[in-house]
């Protein structure tokens, strides 16, 4: 058993440990709320806007084609890993940067082969892991991750839809933690190009759009800017995924820690225990060999 000071020192680290891990806590909720917020703010956007693209290629009589919709083979292809800059997260950075791999090695082993595949870094850990597990990533964002904004989300998707129009890449995919609740997030790798349109489902709409110049145009307009909707609630989503999950996790770290507090104080109070029985033992022992 160990001595009263070694237990002291250790009951005095883990209730240091349990104030950080909780004011860790309380930080994170505090964030996650106006995460959350703003993650509850662009979806109904989205939605809206997906369904505005949805109701324009179903009222053209044609099937709509532009640059940044058109399907080619991936020969060159983009991955985009969204993870954080800070750790104490769980699982949150790790699973990112598995998803990146299981990309590499199942669905793009021809092009990782061929040394086709270039990886974009948003978070410090991010790209800390991938350049650890030997994967070169080509840029980094990681100054960018702390405060997005839509501003600086357009700049860097307006970089991706380049490179995707001048053939430097053939698809362009995002790997990011979708934000569920507080404490569910679930890792996502979704083409963010060439964007997908919709299909025509056997769905009548009757809108009665008057367009203006022509349907062609507006959708041909109107699509770069879903793009960097859809990248900047993949940002968003990520966030708030980010301070979920190091809310969760630092709940669970001050829990244990009190547990094991409440271990070292019982096992202190048995050695104090012991420590007095044995004194009291060894003065009675003096006192009756002092009356021999």
Partial sequence: MANLKDIRVRINSVKTTRQVTSAMKMVSAAKLKKAHDDVAHINPYVEKLSGIIYDLVNSSAENVKTELTGHRDPNNVLIVAIASNRGLCGAFNSNVVKKTEELIKDKFSTQHRSNSI????????????????GHK?????????????????????????????????????????EFINAAVQEIRAEQLLPLEMPVNKDVVHNHDYIFEPDINTIIKSIIPESIKTLFYKMLLDSQASEHGARMTSMHKATDNATELLNDLELEYNKARQGAITTEILEIVSGAEALKS
């Fill in 118 to 133: 270039a990886i974009i870094a948003i978070g410090k850990l991010a790209q800390k892991m991938l350049n650890q597990h």
């Fill in 137 to 177: 990533v080509v840029m980094e964002y990681n100054d960018f991750y702390n405060d997005p904004s839509f501003a600086s989300a357009s700049t860097i998707a307006d970089s991706f839809i380049t490179d995707f129009i001048d053939k430097k890449y053939d698809r362009v995919v995002i790997v990011y933690n």
